[in-house]
């Protein structure tokens, strides 16, 4: 993704004025940390490692189509052998912040992945963090819209801290409308901010991509940016191009 001149807010407000979500960290008996979430599901919902037992059940979610066409990064097909790198990947502590998994029943490895959520050191792109170097999607370069010169950009990250990331997520098609996401987004953001010393989350969301919009959008800390960005989507996963929004939460 081309780099542009960093964009300014839409919105004069500051987000540093509105406090954090609470924190609501606990422990399971061998000393993982997790975080309940209140959500509609029938069934605890906690935010919690990943473990290398996971990877059966990342794989059967990022292979459905409606779900995988919908994300940019993981390859096409994706492989249980891409969700073995991916775990292995993050419990080796590459990405840093390792709270990631959205998990029903329990917050040990007895439960069941049912989707990802994740903090991870800031990229020109968002999505690039979860690729995996032999099947790295070439973003391209973006395209301003015609009469449209200002096209936002995810900023140049603090290579020497850290501090600013970018968030993504993804669900399980089986358990949406049950109001699991927000919950897991707030608490995500929440111990980033007060245990992990996170100054500044990024996130985009495709145009046309109205529930991951209304996530983002129903925190006020995230702050629309002004202009937008194409991504060319591969070809695997339905080709052409999607115009991108970004928001920025700064502490």
């Known amino acids: 993704m081309s780099q542009t001149t960093q964009p300014q807010p839409s919105n004069s407000s500051s987000s540093t004025s509105i406090p954090s979500p609470p ?4 422990h399971t008996a061998s000393g993982s940390p997790y975080i309940p979430l209140t959500s509609r599901s029938p069934h605890p919902v906690f935010l919690t490692h990943l473990f290398e037992t996971d990877a059966p059940a990342m794989a059967t979610e990022l292979s459905d189509p409606t779900l995988n066409k919908a994300l940019i990064a993981p390859p096409t097909p994706y492989t249980l052998d891409d969700a073995k790198w991916w775990i292995n990947n993050v419990r080796t502590g590459n990405t840093k912040l390792p709270l990631c998994a959205l998990r029903l029943h329990a917050p040990d490895s007895t ?3 049912i989707g990802g959520i994740s903090l991870a050191p800031s990229e020109p792109s968002s999505f690039s963090h979860i690729l995996k170097p ?3 999607v070439s973003i391209p370069k973006s395209e301003p819209e015609s009469g449209n010169n200002n096209t936002s950009s995810i ?3 603090d290579t020497k801290t850290n501090k600013s990331v970018t968030l993504d997520y993804w669900l399980s098609p089986n358990h949406r409308q049950l109001s699991i996401m927000k919950p897991a987004v707030s608490a995500l953001i929440s111990w980033g901010i007060q245990t992990c010393g996170v100054t500044k ?3 985009i ?3 046309d991509n109205i529930a991951s919009r209304s996530i983002i959008e ?3 800390q995230f702050v629309r940016q002004e202009g937008f960005e194409w991504l060319e989507w591969p070809e695997k996963k339905g080709g052409g191009k999607r115009k991108t929004l970004s928001w920025v939460w700064e502490v």
């Open 134 to 136: 032999s099947s790295a």
């Open 111 to 113: 439960g069941l992945l």
């Open 155 to 157: 900023p140049e990250p």
């Open 23 to 26: 924190l609501n960290l606990q």
């Open 218 to 220: 129903s925190f006020p």
């Open 201 to 203: 989350i990024f996130v």
């Open 205 to 207: 969301a495709s145009e």
